[in-house]
């Protein structure tokens, strides 16, 4: 496996935590059909005291060949005793897409400044 995505909040880097999604809607092509279109992933770190969720949404068209795959995958290797947890984002051969990765105090849409 590799190494966690990693942010830096002003002096201090801290590891993203992308065990938790609330839901996976990536350019309206599901799972969780009807919902926002995006895929947010609750409390992911700690920013100012207050817990942060990240959604990433596709600025390009978007061509999925297995959406409901979308999220996240789990390392085999455990750290602390959990599986590493990673983002993913499913695409059809041959087609890329550009992606925007946005913070929110959980479970808002108020910004925050990563």
Do not use: C, W
């Not at 966690?4 to 599901?30: C, E, Q």
């Amino acid at each position: 496996g590799g190494a966690p995505a990693v942010i830096a909040f002003g002096d201090v880097a801290s590891a993203l935590d992308l065990h938790r999604i609330s839901y996976s809607n990536l350019g309206g092509h599901g799972p969780d059909l009807g919902g926002p279109h995006g895929i947010r992933y609750h409390n992911v770190a700690i920013s100012g005291g207050n817990s942060v969720d990240m959604v990433v949404t596709a600025v390009s068209e978007y061509h999925a060949d297995n959406a409901r795959i979308n999220g996240q995958r789990l390392d085999s290797h455990l750290v602390e005793g959990l599986a590493r947890a990673f983002g993913a984002v499913n695409l059809q051969a041959e087609t890329s897409v550009e992606l925007s990765v946005d913070f929110y105090k959980s479970g808002t849409n108020a910004s925050v400044k990563m």
